[in-house]
């Protein structure tokens, strides 16, 4: 049990165990005709006893749940258990009897025992199915998280080797025209690789992190293109802490050179937008290339754009879910923008 989860149990514990407490006194002073005073001390104590017990018990459900493949040994730790709670819950009952009046007279330590034995399996029963609960609710929540990761890791795999081998194009385009630029487009696709297996098992980075990743890529391209690719940068201060995924620009400015510069003929610049919008970080990467030959299409529906968008429209679903959305259009003036907007958080999500 964590130190959150541990507190929320107790404050949930205290919380049930005083309304019960409430309950019965009240029960008591007006069925009973039992005073209030002494109602509302005997029915208090006798139930906020319960709630370090409860506690005890969560703990040990949930160190120890009762399983298909132990369940004969767990099950004997919690009859034990069960023993153990009866005998102190007597214990306390008999020792502040004096104190509290719960009996007229007191009866010997074996009749408190025989009727904590008779009922408290009861309470020990419902306290240990609540943990069961939390625990199997827990074990659902790790599975869908490992799938979600796993998910997410072979979409990222998948973009590896889809970057790889349109850089290694970009060099093959060199190698006879331009040796030097092949030479230094090979130095960066090093660099390039060094950077994505550093941060081979990493689903997020700060957009600060992910501009650093990218600039590799944007001089292998600079190389490649020479005078006819700028690159410019348009960032908010308060964008660079916000988390991004990995990978995620450079499908976006690989699209706008592949399809925007590279086909023509004239200079072409890329623009790289980055703004917080209320709740939402919004990214965006203009080209002001060819355009688009269609409609303008809507990638989180499917449509536009190559694999590397596709397989980014993936990744934001199972990061994200609903939570997002990108788009493929023409830009004003010419050319294309990728337009994402994702939640704005500084913290990882996974």
């Known amino acids: 049990m964590g130190r959150r989860r541990f507190w929320q149990g107790w404050a949930a514990a205290l919380a049930y165990w005083t309304f019960a407490g409430l309950v019965s006194a009240s029960e008591a002073h007006s069925v009973g005709g039992v005073g209030w005073g002494h109602a509302l001390l005997t029915s208090m104590t006798a139930h906020l006893l319960w709630v370090p017990l409860t506690i005890a018990i969560l703990q040990l459900g949930l160190r120890f749940p009762i399983e298909r493949r132990r369940w004969p040994s767990r099950v004997a730790l919690h009859v034990a258990g069960v023993l153990v709670v009866a005998s102190i819950r007597a214990a306390i009952i008999f020792s502040l009897d004096p104190w509290v009046g719960w009996y007229a007279q007191r ?120 005078d006819r690719l700028t690159v410019k940068q348009d960032i908010a201060q308060e964008a660079l802490t916000a988390r991004v995924p990995h990978l995620v620009l450079q499908p976006l400015v690989e699209n706008a050179i592949q399809h925007g510069i590279a086909p023509g003929t004239e200079p072409g610049t890329v623009t790289l937008v980055a703004r917080r919008e209320g709740t939402e970080l919004h990214l965006e990467v203009r080209d002001d290339g060819i355009g688009l030959k269609e409609h303008p299409a809507d990638v989180s529906r499917g449509t536009g754009g190559g694999r ?41 999500s996974l």
């Open 107 to 226: 009866p010997p330590f074996p009749e408190v025992l025989t009727h904590a034995l008779f009922t408290n399996p009861f309470i020990y029963l419902t306290v240990l199915g609540v943990a069961h609960a939390v625990y199997y609710a827990d074990q659902l929540q790790l599975r869908d998280t490992q799938l979600a990761r796993a998910q997410l890791h072979a979409l990222k795999a998948q973009l590896h080797p889809h970057f790889l081998f349109n850089t290694l194009n970009s060099i093959a385009a060199l190698v006879h025209r331009d040796p030097h630029g092949s030479e230094r487009m090979i130095a960066q696709l090093s660099d390039l690789l060094r950077s994505t297996l550093d941060a081979a098992g990493t689903e997020e980075v700060s957009l600060q992190e992910e501009l650093r990743s990218l600039q590799p890529y944007l001089d292998i391209q600079g190389v490649r293109f020479a």
């Open 308 to 348: 590397g968008l596709r397989i980014t429209r993936e990744r934001l679903l199972q990061l994200h879910g609903g939570a997002h959305r990108l788009e493929l259009r023409d830009a004003v003036g010419g050319g294309t923008t990728v337009a994402l907007a994702i939640p704005f958080r500084t913290e990882p």
